[in-house]
């Protein structure tokens, strides 16, 4: 079975500053996605970046990278640049691409991230 | 624009009662799914239903009953609700492609 395991409960980062939030991932598949999703205080669930496993080079939406590493199974999220509005839960998470029992998306247990003014 | 619509938003039930938590989009996406959010466990998927006439089970699906009532429209049951259902559910769906899921808003449900 697949599974994600972000090792830091909790970061802490200046306003301005920038962070980066770890990703492992277990798998024997060579085909997939992975995703970023961030939930700020209100709940909401919002995507914040997307890397399909085929492509090599490493998605950039904004102040928001990430640091694709397919061999170590590796996919940290860089936050540059860092705003009060970053401070939420965030989610790293995990699908193979296809159907059938494919369809599951499997998430971490999250990372707590504090900005501070 | 609606996206995921979740109803209720919140609710408290008493051991022992039922109900049932809606979700409806309108994103004419194939992939609808239940997940249960709790401190420290992340997102756990109770059920899913790849398409229209389908379901199947998640990682913590006991307890829970789903049905997939047409294409929009992904309903999960709580039978006889326990206090460790005490939990935020999310419905979600997922177009095809890209993999990326939809989520509604949550709903916080507290069984006493």
């Known amino acids: 079975a697949q599974t994600v395991t972000q090792s830091q409960p909790e970061m802490s980062v200046q306003e301005a500053e920038t962070v980066t939030l770890s990703c492992t991932y277990d798998?024997?598949?060579?085909?997939?996605?992975l995703f970023w999703y961030k939930q700020p205080p209100s709940r909401q669930m919002i995507l914040v970046i997307r890397q399909e496993a085929y492509k090599q080079q490493n998605a950039t939406e904004n102040r928001f990278s990430v640091n694709f590493q397919k061999a170590a199974k590796s996919f940290s999220l860089k936050i540059s640049d860092s705003q009060l509005g970053d401070a939420a839960m965030y989610f790293c998470?995990?699908?193979?691409?296809?159907?059938?029992?494919?369809?599951?998306?499997?998430f971490g247990k999250g990372t707590l991230l504090t900005v501070n003014p | 624009n609606a996206g995921v619509t979740q109803t209720p938003k919140f609710q408290v039930l008493k051991t022992g009662q039922s109900m049932t938590l809606q979700c409806a989009q309108d994103m004419n996406h194939n992939s609808m799914y239940w997940y249960r959010q709790d401190p420290g466990m992340g997102l756990r998927l109770i059920y899913y239903s790849a398409s229209e006439g389908t379901t199947d089970k998640g990682e913590v699906p006991n307890g829970y009953n789903v049905s997939r009532l047409n294409k929009r429209e992904f309903s999960l049951r709580l039978e006889s609700a326990a206090p460790s259902q005490t939990s935020v559910y999310f419905c979600a769906s997922r177009t095809t492609g890209t993999g990326e899921l939809f989520f509604g808003e949550g709903s916080r449900l507290t069984v006493l």
């Open positions: 998470a995990y699908k193979v691409t296809g159907g059938g029992s494919n369809y599951k998306l499997t």
């Open positions: 798998t024997s598949e060579s085909d997939y996605y």
